[in-house]
């Protein structure tokens, strides 16, 4: 059973580190600047996280969660031409939201936000194709998660010139190209 304010200290914690990672990258981050920004001690911040870097990881849980569930919002035949709206939506919200995920994701897809994105994602994909019997699971899945992950991150740090819906479609074509290489 979850504590209720050990899940309200947690959640003031993210919230800190977010709001801090929208002024300065992660690296630039202090657990000084988190603590204050949340209003809580120190000490707190270590009975709750062994690091930054593990409270970056928790706080990026929700938009993980997001990309994973927008990428595979589909059912029936896949149309190379029309995205998920999912997955429009998504991208078109992070940009909104480009210089947070620029502190937690580095290009090329590292940084936390970037390592448990791959992770998720890959976790998702490989499952989904193992359950629908598709060969080569985990090649596949590893090749769409990091396919993603690069992209997404390099798209935020520019270096990738498209709009939501454009980038969307252009992911969307790599990823089932990726899906259906037979290997």
């Known amino acids: 059973m979850n504590d209720p304010r050990a899940e309200r200290t947690r959640a003031a914690l993210r919230g800190a580190l977010l709001a801090e990672c929208g002024e300065r990258p992660l690296a630039e981050v202090s657990v000084s600047a988190v603590v204050r920004r949340a ?6 911040f270590y009975l709750h996280y062994e690091d930054l870097r593990a409270l970056a990881v ?3 849980g929700e938009v993980v969660e997001a990309a994973v ?34 502190g937690l994701l580095d290009p090329g ?9 791959h992770r998720r994602l890959r976790e998702r994909s490989r499952t989904e ?7 080569h699971a985990d090649t596949v899945a590893s090749a769409v998660a990091a396919a993603f992950t690069g992209l997404l991150a390099d798209w935020l740090h520019g270096l990738i010139a498209a709009d939501p819906p454009t980038f ?16």
């Open 168 to 183: 969307a479609g252009r992911v969307w074509r790599l990823l089932i190209a990726l899906h259906s290489t037979p290997l």
């Open 69 to 102: 569930d927008a990428l595979h919002d589909w059912r029936g035949p896949v149309d190379p031409a029309a995205p998920p709206a999912a997955l429009t939506a998504f991208l078109a919200d992070a940009a909104g939201h480009a210089a947070l995920y620029r």
């Open 129 to 135: 194709r193992e359950r629908a019997g598709a060969p």
């Open 109 to 117: 897809g590292g940084g936390p936000l970037g390592d448990l994105m």
């Open 58 to 60: 928790d706080a990026c």
């Open 39 to 44: 209003g809580l001690g120190r000490a707190t």
